[in-house]
């Protein structure tokens, strides 16, 4: 199984931006798609957007397409998240995930602890 830990999470102004990374340990990161979810508070779990093994492909919820940006860097074994034009409703803790394999019509084989993203003015 992967290992992964969120980081850089934090407080940011509507209209802001924020980029979270997920370091992964494990096993090989390059054979998995990765994705990532968010929970606010209250609500279920949703997903946000994901990336295949190579990167070569993208796929984002309707909520974020045009503000967020998924990627990955093989080499560093990390996944990002780019959100620009943060809104209040993006608001949520936000958890990586790893795929059970390299496209992401996949179940989900490993997750992250989350780290907190808060849009407010």
């Known amino acids: 199984q992967v290992q992964l830990v969120e980081s850089g999470g934090g407080l940011v102004q509507p209209g802001g931006s924020l980029r979270l990374s997920c370091a992964a340990s494990?096993?090989?990161?390059?054979?998995?798609?990765m994705g990532w979810f968010r929970q606010a508070s209250g609500r279920e779990p949703e997903f946000v957007a994901a990336?295949?093994?190579?990167?070569?492909?993208?796929t984002y919820a309707d909520s974020v397409k045009g503000r967020f940006s998924i990627s990955r860097d093989n080499a560093k074994n990390t996944l990002y998240l780019q959100m620009n034009s943060l809104k209040p409703e993006d608001t949520a803790v936000y958890y990586c995930?790893?795929?059970?394999?390299?496209?992401?019509?996949?179940?989900?084989?490993?997750w992250g602890q989350g780290t907190q993203v808060t849009v407010s003015s």
């Open positions: 995930a790893a795929y059970q394999r390299g496209d992401y019509d996949a179940r989900i084989g490993s």
């Open positions: 494990g096993r090989t990161f390059s054979n998995y798609a």
């Open positions: 990336v295949t093994y190579s990167g070569e492909s993208t």
